[in-house]
């Protein structure tokens, strides 16, 4: 049984850092690109960043650009989200996921986890 657990999240101050995890288990998805979501309250789920199986390339939507960086370890199965200069406007549930696709096709994701919930703090 395929299995993410996202892991990392928590309260932080405006300014702040946080980096998440997103372990899988019961498949190995080094030849998937992976990516980040988040849903704000009352919000629809939004892309954050992606990376390629190999992790050469990655994406970020425009509001995190320069302060979250993604990256990948396919030996131990686990996808970071390195998150800095956290605004108020991060505070939301993060979404880990895998795809086949390119890591842009938003649609094609699947394999979802429960989710790290990250508030910041003004």
């Known amino acids: 049984q395929v299995q993410l657990v996202e892991s990392g999240g928590g309260l932080v101050q405006a300014g702040g850092s946080l980096r998440l995890s997103c372990a899988a288990s019961g498949r190995t998805f080094s030849r998937y690109a992976a990516g980040w979501f988040r849903q704000a309250p009352g919000k629809e789920r939004e892309f954050v960043a992606g990376?390629?199986?190999?992790?050469?390339?990655?994406y970020y939507t425009d509001s995190v650009k320069g302060r979250f960086t993604i990256s990948r370890d396919n030996a131990q199965n686990t996808v970071y989200l390195q998150m800095n200069s956290l605004k108020p406007e991060d505070t939301a549930v993060y979404y880990c996921?895998?795809?086949?696709?390119?890591?842009?096709?938003?649609?094609?994701?699947?394999?979802w986890g429960q989710g790290t919930q990250v508030t910041v703090s003004s």
């Open positions: 990376i390629s199986w190999s992790g050469g390339s990655t």
């Open positions: 996921s895998y795809t086949t696709d390119t890591p842009t096709h938003y649609a094609a994701y699947f394999y």
